[in-house]
C-alpha cells in the first residue's frame, strides 16, 4: 500500500513565474491538506480539500489555490512566485470523520526554490 | 490567535537517558495535541495524540503529558538511542468533525549522543 505521493520532488523557479504541485493520497483517504514548511520552521497549514472542495484555509493569499479531483488526488498552484515562496510544501492526507485519533499521513514533499 | 511555542531550537543527551521536550500554548486549551517525528528532507510522522482531558498517553518508550493549569505538553523518550535523533513537532489540532488543520510549533532538534 502506497503512502501519500508527491510530484515532483524538487522544482527550481524564477520569480514571478507559476508552479504546479501534486499529491497522491494514502489509499482508502478522502481528504488531502497543503502544508508550507519554511527552513528551521514547523509545517503552516495552506489549505485543506475534501468532495473537490477546498473547506478550510489559512492565512495564504489568493496566489496560492488548489485543487482536488474525483480520485482524491490533489493539486497546489502558486502564481507570481516571490522569493519567500521558497519551501518545503507536504501534502498530507486523512479521512473525513469527526474520531480525533484518525492519523493525518504526511508524503514527502516537493522542494520549491524560487530565483 | 492561538499559538504553540517549542522553546528549545535543540536539545543533545547521552544515549540511555531520557529525553524531555517541552510544548506550550497560549490563550485557550486545544482540544487536542499531537507530536510528530520529522528526518531531514522527509514528511512528518504522527507519534502521539493527546485529549485535553488526558493527563498522560503512552506508546513504546514515549510518554506525553498534557497539563493545562501550566498550558504545556511534555515529550518524554525514555532510554533514548541514537536513532531518536531528530525534529520534534508539537501541534494542535482545529477541533471540528473532518477538520484536520493543524498549527506546529517550530520544532526542536534532538540529538542523541552515543
Known amino acids: 500500500d502506497a503512502g501519500v505521493t508527491q510530484s515532483p520532488t524538487h522544482l527550481i523557479k524564477t520569480r514571478g513565474q507559476q508552479v504546479t504541485l501534486r499529491c497522491s493520497p494514502k489509499?482508502?483517504?478522502?481528504?488531502v491538506s497543503w502544508y508550507q514548511q519554511a527552513l528551521g520552521q514547523g509545517p503552516q497549514f495552506i489549505f485543506q480539500?475534501?468532495?473537490?472542495?477546498?473547506?478550510q484555509r489559512g492565512n495564504f493569499p489568493d496566489r496560492f489555490s488548489g485543487h482536488q479531483f474525483p480520485n482524491y488526488s490533489s493539486e497546489l498552484n502558486v502564481n507570481a512566485l516571490l522569493l519567500g515562496d521558497s519551501a518545503l510544501y507536504l501534502c498530507a492526507s486523512s479521512l473525513f470523520s469527526g474520531l480525533a485519533d484518525n492519523e493525518q499521513f504526511f508524503g514527502p514533499g516537493t522542494r520549491l526554490t524560487v530565483l | 490567535s492561538q499559538k504553540i511555542e517549542q522553546n528549545s531550537e535543540a536539545l543533545n543527551i547521552q544515549e540511555g537517558k531520557t529525553a524531555t521536550l517541552t510544548c506550550n500554548y497560549t490563550?485557550?486549551?486545544?482540544?487536542?495535541l499531537q507530536w510528530y517525528r520529522q528526518d531531514p528532507g522527509r514528511g512528518p510522522v504522527f507519534l502521539l495524540l493527546?485529549?485535553?482531558?488526558?493527563k498522560e498517553k503512552r506508546k513504546e518508550r514515549l510518554k506525553v503529558t498534557f497539563d493545562t493549569t501550566l498550558k504545556q505538553s511534555l515529550f518524554h523518550i525514555t532510554a533514548s538511542q541514537p536513532a531518536d535523533s531528530a525534529t520534534y513537532l508539537c501541534a494542535r489540532r482545529t477541533p471540528g468533525a473532518g477538520s484536520y488543520q493543524l498549527t506546529f510549533g517550530k520544532g526542536t532538534k534532538l540529538s542523541v549522543i552515543p
Open positions: 493527546i485529549r485535553e482531558n488526558e
Open positions: 489509499s482508502g483517504h478522502d481528504t
Open positions: 480539500y475534501y468532495e473537490e472542495e477546498e473547506r
Open positions: 490563550n485557550y486549551s486545544p482540544a487536542y
